[in-house]
């Protein structure tokens, strides 16, 4: 089907998101409505047999989800509505289909989704050709029931999605479940439709210096696995099918800018020595961590300890949750890298843009980012809560390690996690298991929680400011959205004020508090928030080396009093335009000529 495609060289741009550039060849993963992902993995022999078997357990999931839709939609709508998905079931027990599908498998040694898109393209090249109005038609069934079987499949492991070559990414959008199932050994570079400075891919590209733009609406369905591309991500821009002359300019245009200040990274001791502002004031850096490949990371870039492990990434493509050993065991491991600095685990951040809801049965949800997320979903799902619970209190008996609750929208939350924390620790006692001493703190990220921020300071050991998901719900803009890019304005006079706020409460409490929002990574941001008196930042180890530079070249009075003017502003422009006159102009070196992070709205 893809034969006739133009080939001519093509540009999006899209929101850029991390620094790099490079060229490469396109990997699409396939969104599939349950954003399954869908490209060639290369099997050995003997994983072939396995792979047949999975692919049959995905037909019989997919069957039994029709049949409960059959009946769902018999009872609301009527028999006579519920026969099209008779049509459905009939193609997935189609034999045909599954022969060609499992032949596929086994001649070309590839995995499931493969094939089902190998097989279900022709199928569908067929049906294209039909002059029959209604034949042709059914083709959206077919296309709903590929949909089906790749969201089918992707309940099950995803081989650990080894990459046969050094690969562009490109999806509409990218979930952390499928994101902790790449193999980053061989991504080059992330491009997808859908997300915001913010948003997950964005924050994993720059924690690992991966250059992405994301935003890019519709490059997705352009592009094919194979293609060649260039991300500039600096640009935010891509070119699908560069040209000869494109690909030799940009080739020059790399020689140029090879070394990248931001990467080089100074001796460890360098790094690990206290760290404070020109007038003295002492300031921790720490760590955010989500994969594995991170972990080593924390000590190489002189992190002080690990602020916050975005712990739903140990979640698997399925939703499926490690039982509490294995939990137990990377905990203990993250304790042991983040050492006597401590570690901060947070409990499951799930639902919203995390991860679809319904991959743990809680239904698909009209509005998610504003539904059964985070610290609801958990207390919803109490084995969920309790096995974590368990893992992270016994894990904090080999060592310093705290428990923050995400998404805390007033005291109850917390006393509700703690009754849990506290029935936990007893139950384990009467086990003759051992359980540590936990600090638990709250994630301030709903202006709920702000407004209330006294009253949560007297009942949690410590703050912890979300600034992704404070700008998204005290703005009411979707961080993930890039049609509201614009509007996602981390200046924003209604945010500063809320961290002020947070920040006070904390003080005010004599409890401790972190900014561990994508902010406390960015050299201006982070001034400001120093400004507004942050003490502790959280971000991406590769980030710490540029945010020391500027925290130990700056005078925290003269942050102090930026700040204080960037309160008074009443608008986002106002306040960027201080900061780049005030931080920019006084600190020329210790600012990029970009400031503030690329404007969001594209041209
Ligand atoms: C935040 O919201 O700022 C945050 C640190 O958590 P996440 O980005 O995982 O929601
Ligand atoms: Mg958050």
Redesign the pocket.
Known sequence: MSGRRDKSERRWRGVAVSDGAVTGRVLRIHGGGGRAGIYQVKLDAAEVGREVRRYGAAVRLARRQLLALKKRAARTLGEEHAYIFDAHLLMLEDRKLNDDVEAVIRTESVNSEWAVKVVTDRVLAVYEEIKDDYLRERSSDIEDVTRRLLVALSGESMLGRRLTEDAVVVAEELMPSTLAELDFGHIKAFATDVGGW?S?TA?IARGLGIPAVVGLRDFYRAARTGDSVVIDAGRGEVTLHPKPETLELFTRERQVAKESPARAVAAAEELRAPLRTRDGVEVTLRA?VELPVEYDWVNRYGAHGIG?F?S?FLLSHRGSVPDEDEQRETYERLARIAGEDGLTV?LF?MG???LSGSRLDAGEERNPALGLRAIRLCLQRPELLRTQVRAVLRAAARGPVDLVI?MVSDVTDVRRAREVIEDERARLGGEGKEAGALRVGA?I?VPSAVLVAEKLAREVDFF?????????YTLAVD?GNDEVAGWFRSLHPAVLLSVRRALEAAEGAGIRSVV????AASPAYAAVLLGLGAREL?MAPTAIPRVRRTVAGLELEEAEAVAKECLECATADEVEELVRVRLGGRWPNLFPKEILPPPKTKG
């Open positions: 913010t997950h924050i955010n916050l975005r739903e947070r951040d919203g843009d995390k995400p994630m990220e912890s400011l979300g600034t992704n998901d404070l700008v998204q961080r561990c929002g994508e902010m959280s």
